[in-house]
């Protein structure tokens, strides 16, 4: 975890833990919550593209409150954006309670008023959820009913409208989730049998008026899946198929083609191996409450990358996106673990991940119907378009003393960063990453942990290093430097160092953490969604805590 | 089976559910072309959108906006701002893949002190093109994408307007010195504070443009913003208005010192915006365009 904390941006990190007590006067009832506040004082560097910031500091920062007893629950958010930090959308401004539910279960019966996250199947169709080092938030405000009564039997339900920052999207989201269980439903007759069957199907609708005077916009617009999960000791089968109505949309240029989406995975586990395949395959399906919203606003449904979600900054710095346009992905990976005692186990063990992905755009024809039906184009089902990402990578993991372990990790990347970023001109950059991360225990206090990085590059801005070291002291401290250098930038200018320190001290569930430096402009990814974060220069500092 | 009547449920909500589908085979809505007879008493709709020859949805918008000039005629007005990131000439910015080993491709350069002086006052406007501005009836940082423009231009051009707006340029071909007059008369009671800033654009030039998919070396540029002539580099404008208008009275502003039109501009091809618009809320009350 430390690791993860130190490689992103103080400002954007946090860790939220739980903590019980009970307050007198609620009866058996618990008030739980936490808080962050980040903040940054930015010096404008014109050499890295930092601009000035006329606030000269800003700062971003939540607290939840949640109170539970027996079976009620209810809880708020507060949310300050004064002003929102650079790198997230201009819209959060200012301050408010954007989120606050109540939920009330009785006997097989949830009803939620208020905001709500949920997700139907893989989310294909629905997902309402949170990021906030993405600065994502579309919550549902409206209703959510689950009805678990008969086991082997569950059935939510969503009404509401979409979070859009501090105002909600113009459209009414209503959509309805059934899963069975056919071994639970079932009961005794299914007792002998290994294999669980899980079947589901959601339909999610979307009303927004139609106040375009040239296009006849659908109002209503439909969408929903069916999905399956095949569940044995060691392996397990899931597929998901969804469809869209036509749905002209800014993201699609207003075309009027129904939208598909096929995911399929399997994974198979047993003792030191684990293999995992997946595939999916995206024909116009981004999914709104706001046909003519950009951007992270007003997202319906949750599309994943199908990639290795990296951690280490120069493995992560070409991220992929989805693209709900349209896209053919898949995934593989590997991971086998050496026994103890073997050859390349040695003394402790070692740990092997190999992982594969690569994304393509869908084979099309225009079809120049813009006058007509404006469907747009035609797709070749099985056909592959450009590719837009590839990533092909070996982790090692290695202990090799009590004191000593290390990961090592290397790969080749393929990124089109005219489809990924929208951008015009550019070639498919190839890159090759290498890490070295090392951790060493130098007594029972102290941990120094090493971070060296390469990645080499032609295109773009070239080849980075990079190095990092962390000593942890004790259990409440730890100091980290870190330097990432652009030293194959083709512009001799840009060949920049961006230095930074960062310190940090927690205790119980308390964390603060102050830094310096120069952050590099880049995207910034989680599972798929992405959000551009400028250059900056200046001080930063996180505090977090929860009870 | 006892579970028969909760699945029974849930499909009879699935089928009511279901329901809720708009489905559509004739997208158009309007025939193209006509334009509309104006109405002095009502509001005219302006158009201020960001756009660049690398922008590869900005084609399709500018489909949008012939698309509404040709139904609402004089009663709505476009600017196109080039400026920022899309907007670069090649070289500097990476030529599109469309057009390699094409000298001279995509080296068209429309940028402006004042399309940056928007790009300042609306930071959002040119980081992601086709978006932009109608009437400015959005919160000061906020620009809106090219589906929400139809919508609103209809909207506008249907409500009554504040004032009357006429603008009357004067224009000498031999010196290309240019000057203007602009007034109005109030037709309903107005609290605050205006200015008028006079935006000369100009249409028919001929260079690259990407769609994403394809260069098109002949696509025709229309309305691209050139200057502020009153306040040059500047989107400022002038004061003219103060205080609450009196139903009936007059408000003008006319150019102190001519504006002299550069020799890289068609005079034939030009036109003048006059915007009139509340310096606090930035909306723009009433608009007009004339041709030099």
């Not at chain 1, 493995?315 to 050496?338: C, D, H, L, R, V």
């Not at chain 1, 063990?349 to 006058?371: C, I, K, P, R, V």
């Not at chain 2, 500047?234 to 208008?245: A, E, K, Q």
């Amino acid at each position: 975890m430390k690791k993860i904390l130190i490689l992103i941006p103080v400002a954007l990190t946090g860790i939220v833990g739980a903590l019980q007590a009970q307050i007198p006067g609620l009866g058996n009832g618990q008030i739980h919550g936490n808080f962050q506040i980040d903040a940054q004082y930015y010096n404008p560097d014109s050499a890295i593209g930092a601009p000035a910031v006329p606030e000269k500091a800003l700062s971003n920062g939540f607290g939840n409150l949640i109170y539970t007893n027996g079976k009620f629950m209810a809880g708020i958010r507060y949310e300050h954006y004064l002003n929102v930090m650079q790198g997230f959308p201009v819209e959060y401004k200012g301050t408010g309670i954007p989120y606050r539910f109540a939920t009330y279960n009785n006997d097989g019966l949830e009803i939620t008023v208020g905001s709500s996250y949920d997700q139907f199947g893989s989310g294909i169709v629905y997902r309402a959820f949170e990021d906030r080092g993405l600065g994502y938030d579309n919550a549902l405000d409206g209703a959510r009913v689950r009805f678990t009564k008969v086991k082997g039997l569950a059935i939510k339900g969503v009404w509401g409208k979409q979070r859009t920052f501090f105002t909600s999207s113009p459209g009414i989201v209503r959509g309805i989730d059934g899963e069975i269980n056919l071994n639970e439903l079932l009961g005794h007759k299914m007792d002998s049998c290994k294999t669980t069957f899980i079947l589901g199907g959601n339909f999610v609708s979307r009303y927004q008026i139609d106040q375009n005077p040239l296009l006849d916009m659908p109002q209503n617009v439909g969408a929903w899946s069916a999905r399956m999960n095949i569940i044995r000791p060691k392996l397990n089968l899931f597929g998901e198929w969804g469809y869209k109505i036509n749905d002209p949309t800014l993201g699609n240029n207003y075309i009027y083609k129904p939208g598909t989406a096929l995911f399929v995975s399997a994974t198979y586990a047993t003792k030191g191996l684990g293999i995992m395949v997946a595939a999916k395959q995206i024909d116009n399906f981004g999914f709104r409450s706001d046909r003519d919203a950009a951007g992270n606003t007003a997202i319906i449904n949750y599309l994943p990358a199908l990639t290795k979600q990296h951690t280490y900054q120069l493995a992560a710095y070409y991220p992929y996106a989805t693209q709900p346009n349209g896209e053919i992905s898949w995934q593989a990976e590997i991971g086998y673990k050496f026994k103890k005692g073997t050859a390349l186990g040695g003394k402790y063990g070692t740990s092997l991940t190999l992982n594969y992905s690569q994304a393509h755009g869908l084979d099309s024809t225009e079809l120049h119907d813009e006058a007509t039906t404006a469907l747009g184009y035609e797709t070749n089902l099985f056909g592959l378009g450009a590719l837009y990402f590839q990533d092909v990578n070996i982790e090692v993991f290695k202990k090799f003393s009590p004191n000593f372990k290390g990961t090592f990790l290397t790969g080749v990347l393929q990124y089109n960063k005219n489809v990924i970023e929208g951008k015009i001109g550019y070639p498919i950059i190839m890159t090759h990453y290498i890490v070295f991360d090392l951790i060493f225990k130098l007594n029972d206090k102290m941990t120094l942990r090493t971070d060296l990085e390469h990645m080499y590059a032609k295109e773009d801005f070239g080849s980075w290093g990079m190095g990092l070291a962390e000593l942890t002291i004790g259990e409440h401290f730890f100091v980290a430097a870190m330097d990432q250098y652009n030293y194959g930038n083709k512009h001799e200018d840009l060949r920049i160092h961006y230095m930074n320190a960062q310190a940090g001290y927690y205790w119980g569930t308390n964390r603060i953490v102050v830094g310096y430096g120069k952050q590099r402009a880049g995207i910034f990814c989680v599972g798929g969604v992405c959000r551009f974060v400028p250059a900056s220069n200046g001080f930063t500092l996180s505090i977090t805590s929860s009870f | 089976m006892k579970n028969a009547k909760y699945i029974s449920v849930a499909a009879v909500a699935a089928v009511f559910l279901f329901s809720m589908c708009d489905y559509v085979t004739a997208p158009r809505d309007v025939v193209i072309g006509g334009g509309g007879n104006f109405d002095t008493t009502k509001r005219v709709a302006l158009i201020e959108e960001w756009t660049g020859h690398t922008c590869i949805a900005c084609p399709a918008a500018a489909r949008d906006i012939h698309t509404l000039d040709s139904i609402y005629g004089e009663s709505f007005i476009a600017i196109s701002i080039h400026d920022d990131y899309f907007a670069e000439p090649c070289p500097p910015h990476p030529l599109p893949n469309c057009a390699t080993g094409v000298p001279g491709a995509f080296a068209e350069d429309f940028r402006c002190p004042t399309g940056a002086s928007y790009s300042a006052t609306w930071p959002s406007g040119p980081s992601s093109p086709p978006q932009g501005l109608v009437n400015r009836l959005h919160p000061s940082d906020q620009v809106i994408t090219r589906g929400a423009w139809p919508g609103l231009v209809d909207s506008v051009v249907n409500e009554l307007a504040a004032t009357s707006i006429h603008l009357e340029p004067t224009y000498n071909s031999a010196t290309r010195a240019l000057t203007f007059n602009v007034w109005g008369v109030w037709m309903q009671a107005y609290t605050g504070d205006l200015n008028v800033a006079v935006m000369l654009t100009e249409s028919g030039m001929v260079g690259w443009q990407t769609d994403g998919t394809s260069c098109d070396s002949q696509f025709v540029f229309e309305h691209v913003l050139r200057e502020c002539v009153n306040t040059p580099g500047s989107i400022t404008g002038s004061p003219v208005f103060s205080g609450t208008s009196t139903i009936g009275t007059r408000w003008s502003y006319t150019l102190p010192t001519a504006y002299t039109l550069p020799v890289a501009f068609d005079a034939s091809h030009c036109h003048l915006v006059a915007i009139l618009y509340n310096t606090t809320t930035q909306e723009v009350i009433q608009a007009w365009e004339e041709d030099l």
